[in-house]
């Protein structure tokens, strides 16, 4: 049967757009395994994430300027700045310890994101690396790693959280068994996995009996439910975790006396067990250091709240340098990625009351140890460190560096049901780090 000339010219078009689609699958396909193989893996097998609640200001710590004069209202850095092991690389003054371990640490200085600069969305921001919507619930970093990596040993978890509990640090799509264990007293393991009082051995036997079946009875009526599922598998990890083992991990009497007073305060005390969970197998450990009782405000440092920033600062230098020493006594600072991060970082004029207010648009993040090719500084912002001058480093960049440092491709995609979601929002890993 002979075709129509419209019929011929339709079915022409149609198996050229069915080539051109073919090619562009095809080519896109070469592109994303070229940009994997030009990704540079390096050998890091855990996180400490040290996270500075309020938004550290980068002019004051990490990225100094000239001088300022806060009574003036002159913008400019509070504190004098020092040479470090680094040369060309300099710190404040309250950062004595690490500023000799600078050849161990590179100072990202050009992180920056467009988030409306308030607290909460762009903690959300620095934890998930996207912004709030309506129709996904993103996983932080810590979950994407616990999901990707698991934890080192049955043992442990993959993910512990020492500070409050927050949605940011959450699992989103990924489902509990991503999910943190988190604790806020150092002095004793996380509330729930001991038993409680009046509870022995055996009655304990009896109940977990029980619980065996009523969990078995639920996993067979909603066999296809993922809410019971996830919950299920939370109730298996949280027995897995009650036993003696795990509990070890939180003794930290069993350190030497004169260790934990090297790592100081309870922030000091918060950095020596994330050592310790670490070296039992832990992949992820956020550390949160917005302790208000050290200077009244944190890091959010407005009014005169700033007065005794040097203080939080100080108690920063002295756990971090520690931390750094212990790892690498234990062989485990070119296993552990230490990332300093914080919401925002602070511009550098004063306000009204002397301190100063919130900055997105250039601040300072840090990374130490992870086998890391560490500089002491990456990245120039301008002289008031207001303004990235080059290398600007976004925040999907950053959760790139951290993923590509720990062997995980930061190209990957991850799925929320059908949906595909890029494991950093298309994010691009500091290559002069992992080469």
């Not at 689609?21 to 994997?36: D, H, M, P, Q, W």
């Not at 810590?142 to 409050?164: K, M, N, T």
């Not at 007293?185 to 996995?193: R, Y």
């Not at 039992?280 to 949160?288: A, I, K, T």
């Amino acid at each position: 049967m002979l075709q129509s000339r419209r019929s011929w010219l339709q079915n022409v078009a149609a198996g050229g757009t069915a080539i051109a689609a073919s090619s562009a699958g095809v080519n896109g396909l070469l592109r994303a395994n070229e940009s994997k193989a030009a990704t540079p893996f390096g050998k890091a097998e855990h996180v400490i994430s040290i996270w500075l609640g309020g938004g550290m200001g980068q002019i004051d710590t990490f990225d100094p300027k000239r001088l300022g004069d806060q009574k003036a209202r002159k913008p400019g850095s509070l504190y004098k700045s020092i040479d470090t092991a680094v040369s060309g690389v300099s710190v404040c003054e309250h950062l004595p310890r690490l500023a000799e371990r600078m050849d161990r640490v590179t100072a990202v200085r050009t992180v920056h994101h467009d988030v409306i600069d308030e607290h909460a969305a762009a903690t959300n921001r620095m934890h998930t690396g996207r912004v709030v919507t309506g129709t996904v619930t993103y996983p932080s970093l810590g979950s994407v790693v616990a999901h990707e990596l698991g934890a080192a040993d049955s043992s442990v978890p993959p993910y512990v959280l020492i500070g409050y509990p927050n949605v940011t640090r959450g699992p989103g799509f990924l489902g509990a068994s991503s999910g943190y264990l988190y604790l806020t007293d150092t002095s004793k393991g996380p509330s729930g996995l001991s038993l409680p009082h009046g509870i022995d051995a055996e009655r304990q036997s009896r109940r977990e009996q029980l619980l065996s079946a009523t969990r078995a009875s639920a996993r067979r009526r909603y066999e296809n439910d993922s809410a019971v599922a996830n919950y299920d598998s939370v109730i298996e990890q949280s027995l897995r975790l009650s036993g003696p083992e795990f509990g070890e991990v939180f003794e930290l009497e069993n350190e030497s006396g004169q260790l934990r007073n090297q790592y100081g305060s309870e922030f000091g005390q918060r950095c020596l067990l994330a050592r310790r969970l670490v070296q039992r197998g832990v992949r992820f450990v956020e550390v949160s250091h917005n302790l208000n009782f050290i200077n009244g405000t944190g890091w959010d440092v407005h009014n005169d709240g700033i007065n005794k920033q040097h203080e939080l600062i100080r108690d920063l230098d002295t756990a971090m340098s520690t931390l750094i020493d212990d790892l690498e006594k234990h062989s485990m600072l070119d296993k552990t990625l230490i990332m300093v991060s914080s919401e925002f970082g602070r511009p550098p004029g004063f306000d009204a009351g002397g301190g100063r207010g919130h900055q997105g648009k250039a601040f300072t993040c840090v990374l130490a140890g992870g086998g890391l090719n560490h500089s002491g500084a990456y990245g120039l912002t301008d002289e008031l460190s207001q303004n990235i001058v080059e290398s600007p480093v976004s925040v999907p960049d950053l959760f790139a560096t951290v993923h590509a440092s720990l062997g995980i491709d930061p190209q990957k995609l991850l799925y929320d049901g059908d949906r595909p979601i890029p494991i950093t929002d298309n994010g691009k890993p500091i290559e002069s780090l992992l080469v």
